[in-house]
């Protein structure tokens, strides 16, 4: 079984950035399909970004396009969230996400992935 380790949260001025980090444990990060959601209270689980298992593919949902990359360094077996621009708006707990489906798509449905990091708490202040 896969445990995605999550680092990087904290309160941060609007405007500024920050840089969440996930490593999971047991199975090297490029055999793994991986994503980054966020929960805000009374909201639902939405997919952030979400990058393929061939390292190749990204997506990312409109509210952080042109703010947020998705990446990962296979020497550190860790996939990154870079969040630049951050606006109150993305006050969040983000959670890692992680799939060994071995279809070559890109997953965007939480039903799609079956690990799940303990989340961070991103709180960003007016």
């Known amino acids: 079984q896969v445990q995605l380790h999550e680092s990087g949260g904290g309160l941060v001025q609007s405007g500024g950035s920050l840089k969440l980090s996930c490593a999971p444990s047991?199975?090297?990060?490029?055999?793994?399909?991986m994503a980054w959601f966020r929960q805000a209270p009374g909201k639902e689980r939405e997919c952030v970004a979400a990058l393929s298992r061939s390292g190749f593919r990204t997506w990312y949902a409109d509210a952080v396009k042109g703010r947020f990359t998705i990446s990962r360094e296979d020497g550190l077996n860790t996939v990154f969230l870079q969040m630049n621009r951050v606006e109150p708006e993305d006050t969040a707990n983000y959670y890692c996400a992680a799939s060994a489906s071995p279809r070559s798509l890109i997953f965007t449905a939480p039903s799609a992935y079956t690990e799940w990091g303990q989340g961070t708490q991103v709180t960003i202040s007016s």
């Open positions: 047991e199975r090297a990060v490029d055999s793994l399909h």
